[in-house]
DNA sequence: ATGGTTGGAGCCCAA
């Protein structure tokens, strides 16, 4: 079985030590970090390599930066989407990884802008984002290659994703135009891997820190794991860590778990 | 409820 991870842990150095404890108990093949909050220098990779994970690592001061962290060595890291269209926030990381007896799989990891309100200039730079991803793929990658892409994309894809769709409607991270922005990526041939084992509305990977959001289950489901065609047949089982968004000074985003059966 | 809480920076910004 081969376990893929996502998780937004909203600063790293806060989080350390619930990673460690997570790493430990889960021991995932891939884990893939967003909202690191700190540069490359300060990343404590000591630690993480001690705990028996490689990391490939595209950090920044103060705001975004990502990571892969892996039992099996990385290859072919790639860091945000190069040339040209490239962006000067670390949001996005991909490496390539291969498991003894399989063939090898891409894992990406991705921190999607939040876009804070409809018709903002950040609104347009996260409508901008996803096209570009779209784009990376178009030029790097066809539907039948096998790969995983996780992160927090800030938009929940349909309504059964989001705790008021009523209140939520056509605000951010629920509007039409960015669910068409995110559908454009997924129409490049992607499959929602816990929606292929799990249908019921009401299942969150997010939850404001502010007005007991979490103990009312006012969520989101914002971070997601996206495979194509042949890693999604193989998708076996799929779960939101809700556990980790309990106790002393948890993030505001759950782990969200995927396995895969390799052959 | 245009509120509220958290984190990193540095006396506010982003989420």
């Not at 705001?63 to 860091?79: D, F, H, K, M």
């Not at 995983?148 to 951010?172: L, S």
């Not at 669910?179 to 299942?203: C, M, Q, S």
Request: overall charge neutral.
């Amino acid at each position: 079985m081969f376990k893929i991870v996502t998780w937004n842990v909203n600063s790293i150095g806060v989080r350390l030590s619930r990673l460690l404890a997570f790493l430990d108990r889960e021991k995932p093949d891939v884990l893939c970090l967003q909202e690191l909050k700190c540069d490359d220098a300060k990343f404590p990779a000591g630690e993480i390599e001690a705990a028996g994970y490689h990391a490939a690592v595209f950090g920044q001061k103060t705001y975004n930066g990502v990571a892969l962290l892996s039992r099996l060595p990385p290859e072919n890291i790639q860091r945000n989407f190069g040339g040209k269209d490239d962006d000067p926030a670390s949001r996005f990381i991909s490496a390539r990884y291969s498991p003894p007896g399989s063939e090898p799989l891409t894992v990406m990891c991705a921190y999607c802008p939040n876009g804070q309100s409809l018709g903002s200039e950040k609104f347009a730079y996260k409508m901008d984002w996803f096209a570009r991803l779209r784009r990376h793929f178009d030029a790097n990658y066809q539907k039948s290659d096998r790969i995983v892409i996780t992160g927090d994309f800030n938009i929940a894809p349909e309504d059964r994703d989001v705790w008021d769709p009523v209140a939520w409607k056509e605000h951010i991270h629920c509007s039409s135009g960015e669910r068409a922005a995110l559908a454009e990526v997924v129409g490049f041939g992607l499959y929602d891997t816990f929606r292929l084992h799990h249908k019921d509305a009401g299942l969150f990977s997010w939850w404001d820190y502010r007005e007991l959001s979490f103990q009312q289950n006012k969520g989101l489901r914002i971070d997601l794991i996206y495979a194509t065609r042949p890693l999604a047949g193989v998708c076996v089982r799929t779960q939101i860590d809700r556990n980790e968004r309990k106790g002393e000074k948890p993030s505001d985003h759950a782990p969200v778990i995927a396995e895969f059966k390799l052959s």
